[in-house]
């Protein structure tokens, strides 16, 4: 490979990286508002709206991406590499369960009233998977 491409394929590993410890601690501060105020306060609800919405999902989506495009461009890396599929699966995961379960039970404090469980149950199942994901990219089997 040239010089320039390695740089290239660096960098896009360097902001792969440093998006996902951004998505993680974002998922983990999420997991906290619930746990404290975010079931029932408004305004803390909105906060977690606006970190759910930009820090996590938009924040893994631009880390999918760039993991995608590392995927196609680094050799080693074959098109049946397993846990990139898994890790891939379990984004589509976290997806799910924002759409199900987190952004609903937003709208529901939003809107003035208590969310439930699912709120909780939401926020925890989008950790894990991101925790899995983090494991797998770190361990790399």
């Not at 998922?27 to 977690?48: E, F, K, N, S």
């Not at 991406?65 to 699966?89: E, I, K, N, Q």
């Not at 709120?119 to 989008?126: D, E, H, S």
């Amino acid at each position: 490979m040239n010089d320039r491409l390695e740089h290239s394929l660096e960098v896009l590993h360097h902001l792969h990286r440093t998006l996902a410890y951004l998505v993680f601690l974002v998922a983990l501060a999420d997991v906290v508002l619930v746990i404290t105020r975010a079931r029932t306060d408004p305004w803390v609800a909105g906060v977690l709206k606006w970190t759910h919405g930009a820090g996590l999902l938009w924040g893994g989506r631009i880390t999918v991406l760039a993991g995608v495009t590392l995927w196609t461009l680094v050799p080693d890396l074959g098109l049946w590499t397993w846990w990139l599929w898994v890790c891939l699966l379990l984004w589509g995961a976290v997806e799910g369960v924002g759409g199900a379960l987190v952004k609903p039970e937003l709208r529901v404090v939003l809107d003035g009233g208590s969310a439930s469980g699912r709120l909780l149950v939401g926020t925890i199942v989008q950790l894990c998977a991101v925790v899995v994901i983090f494991g797998l990219m770190s361990v790399r089997p």
